[in-house]
């Protein structure tokens, strides 16, 4: 991919009562096209607002072309003769940007609070991406408009609930495509809603009026769904890394046996993902000495943790695949192929988000399983018969003081609320639009909750890396038997007490940490 730099005087253009933000004192610039191939750390630098794209406008006109060219040699086009959807056996309206106006309007529905800054801005730039493939017929113009939204940071609101990734995200996308038009809202500062049509005006820019090949290019794609999974993807590779480092921390503390992470256990079975992890936890923290006196071979959460992270790693090694096949691929429908002189215009269902589905559900199995291994090795740090005697839940006198009972509890909750949310969505397929679309792939809400499962396993994660600072200081006080190992330097700082105290704060400022940091 072409990755240009920009000084920080071409940041996002300051609409009035709509945050804006910059990274850094430069920042990158993605040229989107058939050259590109985007990664999910690009999408993640365009949804963080530390990265913009460009188009290149000439792929674009040769679609347009072709598209016309086909038109005039009276092939039917689906949404340009045809009406939408399960109306596609009657004729569409004589006024063209009618017809995308009242494609809009009624798919802007949709139910929920909106989804998050960062997932509306990589939903953009993901959509963007397919429209610069040139198979789109979109005119150049309107592409152009639709990336100003990102550039001047004008960031629709768009419900999280109404894609069934089955014509691809329809209503979510269909908000983005309205905002262009001027109506609908967008995201304010502090979380509130501003006018369309007001904060295009605050960032210079003019409403668009869209032809009916225009809108259905920007809503007839899997760019929602991609987005999420791809920020969840990104997400879950972090944690995958910091669970590997916990686990370290724990085995050092624990003085446990190291013989599970020897590099000939691990070549012997042949699993990539398991050589990796074990690696990885014997890299995080080196040179400590195991504890003869513990049993020749621990428990499971600790013994088997390269075992279960690895084919995590193995699991989100395939969900990344999919998801940077979909970003460099053409989800459109109908798509535009051949030259002016022979143009062809296919009816399919690349929009159909089964591929990413399965890859979001396999993130969603694999996060909750590295997010459960935690919580179990949390229950062995607090445990005295398992910690090598420190006090029950680590409290600084027991009885008086209840130590990480509280902590412990949250992860618990958490944990069930993971399993809960673990079920897969790629086969909750139900009928709709008329029996129009009688299959579909759920791709939509798969990656969504892949997304917001990153965010229980952090906060167990959280709990965790503040139990083994506990036990730390606990031994370092003389009130557990034991050398105190602290927390590696990649670890947020975080404090052991003497007197029981609120754990939220820390709990949410750490989980967070480990979202956004580098593993």
Do not use: K
Not at 93 to 115: C, K, V
Request: one cysteine or more.
């Amino acid at each position: 991919m072409t990755v240009i730099d920009t000084e920080a005087g071409a940041r996002f253009g300051g609409v009035a009562g709509v945050e804006t933000s910059t990274r850094g004192s430069r920042r990158r610039c993605f040229r989107l096209g058939a050259a590109a191939a985007l990664r999910c750390e690009d999408v993640e630098a365009v949804g963080d607002g530390w990265a913009r794209v460009v188009l290149d406008p000439e792929p674009l006109r040769a679609s347009c072309e072709i598209l016309e060219s086909a038109r005039r040699r009276g092939d039917p086009i689906y949404g340009l003769t045809t009406g939408f959807g399960p109306h596609v056996r009657y004729d569409a309206s004589s006024d063209a940007e009618q017809q995308g106006a009242n494609l809009i309007a009624h798919l802007a529905a949709g139910h929920g609070e909106p989804a998050p800054r960062r997932v509306v801005r990589a939903t953009l730039a993901v959509r963007a991406q397919t429209m610069a493939l040139g198979r789109s017929g979109i005119s150049p113009g309107a592409a152009s408009a639709f990336v100003a939204l990102i550039d001047r940071d004008v960031c629709p609101a768009i419900p999280q609930i109404g894609s069934v990734g089955a014509s691809g995200d329809l209503i979510p996308l269909a908000h983005a495509a309205m905002v262009l038009t001027g109506r609908g809202g967008v995201l304010g500062a502090g979380g509130g809603l501003v006018p369309a049509g007001e904060a295009l005006a605050a960032a210079g820019l003019e409403p668009t009026a869209l032809s009916a090949r225009d809108a259905l290019a920007m809503v007839n794609g899997t760019a929602f769904m991609t987005a999420y999974a791809a920020l969840a993807l990104s997400r879950c590779e972090r944690l995958l890394g910091m669970a590997e480092g916990l686990t370290g921390w724990a085995m050092a503390a624990l003085r446990a046996r190291r013989q599970s992470l020897d590099p000939r256990l691990h070549r012997a079975r042949g699993h990539s993902g398991q050589a990796v992890s074990a690696a990885g936890i014997a890299a995080s923290l080196p040179g400590y000495f195991e504890d003869a006196s513990r049993p020749l071979q621990e428990v499971y959460s600790i013994r088997c943790a390269p075992q279960i992270l690895g084919a995590c790693r193995d699991q989100l090694a395939y969900a990344r695949s999919v998801i940077e096949t979909e970003l460099s691929g053409v989800n459109d429908n109908p798509v535009v192929c051949g030259t002016v002189e022979d143009p062809a215009v296919l009816h399919g269902g690349n929009f159909q988000g089964q591929q990413v589905a399965f890859a979001a559900d396999a993130m969603n199995a694999a996060v909750t399983q590295a997010a459960l291994l935690m919580e179990r090795q949390l229950d062995v740090v607090v445990n005295p018969e398992l910690n090598g005697g420190a006090p029950l839940l680590l409290a600084w006198e027991p009885g008086a003081t209840s130590g990480l009972a509280g902590g412990q509890i949250t992860a618990t909750a958490l944990a069930a609320d993971m399993r809960r949310s673990a079920t897969p969505s790629a086969v909750a397929t139900m009928p709709t639009n008329g029996r129009n679309q009688d299959v579909v792939s759920m791709g939509t809400m798969a990656a969504r909750v892949a997304y917001e499962q990153t965010e229980r396993a952090a906060a167990i994660l959280a709990v965790h890396t503040t139990a083994l600072e506990q036990l730390a200081f606990l031994r370092s006080a003389g009130r557990a038997p034991g050398v105190a190992v602290h927390r590696p330097d990649w670890v947020p700082e975080v404090e052991g007490f003497e007197q029981d105290r609120s754990l939220y704060d820390d709990t949410q400022r750490i989980a967070q940490a480990f979202l956004t940091a580098a593993a």
